[in-house]
């Protein structure tokens, strides 16, 4: 069984001595680079600029006024591809963001460049969004419960990935679905706990959170390796 929460956030804060700025540079990064494709995110800012003189995103009357403006439209795309592109990068991003905290708390000196490791298994971590997507998308369309239950659910396969670059990604969610049975509130329960510091997030306009987001991965990759420890799954 894991520690309590109070417990893992201690040891969160005790492992990221030391290592606070590369944790908040990786968790910035793999926010930066997820969002940065996507509607209103900053490259349709500096697309809309280039297409139509100005940063907002909504187009003229007639973006096809001239040959050039309706292959700019063509090639940069107006349907989405932002958002493709993001998704795209956020498996790849996100199992490189969980090998760091998995070095940082087992003190194998982690650093930035694990970032990109990710992109090393990058068909895998592609599947393995897409198919946590799937899955919790189709839960959510019954009630918003099931759908966090099968967050929950498939929360560790990031990590079973990293520790295991063998499985494929249906594995990990396999692995993660069996290693949750019986401990998925205790997640919920170490989630909540971070509700005061959420707050604090929204008061500081989001500030907070380059501090909040490692203390809480650090924490959640914690209780991954508890887990793992007491698990003959992985």
Request: charge should be positive; aromatic fraction near 16%; glycine fraction near 8%.
């Amino acid at each position: 069984m894991p520690q309590e929460s109070k417990d893992l956030k201690c040891k969160a804060k005790e492992q990221l001595k030391g290592y606070w700025l590369q944790a908040i540079i990786v968790c910035f990064f793999t926010w930066l680079l997820t969002i940065a494709f996507r509607e209103n995110g900053p490259v349709y800012a500096v697309r809309n600029i280039f297409l139509y003189g100005r940063a907002l995103n909504v187009p003229p009357v007639n973006p096809f006024s001239s040959i050039s403006s309706f292959i700019k439209y063509i090639l940069i795309g107006e349907i989405g591809w932002g958002d493709l592109i993001s998704f795209i990068l956020m498996g790849p991003l996100t199992l490189g963001a969980s090998g760091f905290f998995l070095k940082l708390i087992r003190n194998e000196d982690p650093g930035i460049k694990d970032l990109g490791d990710g992109f090393k298994s990058f068909l895998k971590s592609f599947i393995l969004n897409l198919l946590i997507t799937i899955f919790t998308t189709l839960w959510s369309l019954l009630l918003i419960i099931p759908g966090i239950i099968a967050g929950f659910r498939y929360s560790m396969a990031y990590y079973i990935m990293m520790d295991n670059p063998h499985l494929s990604a249906l594995e990990a969610l396999k692995q993660s679905k069996a290693m949750m049975v019986g401990y998925k509130f205790d997640l919920f329960i170490l989630e909540l706990s971070f509700l005061g510091w959420l707050l604090l997030v929204a008061v500081t306009f989001g500030l907070a959170l380059l501090w909040v987001n490692p203390y809480y991965e650090a924490a959640k990759v914690n209780f991954y390796q508890e887990l793992k420890a007491n698990s003959t799954i992985v």
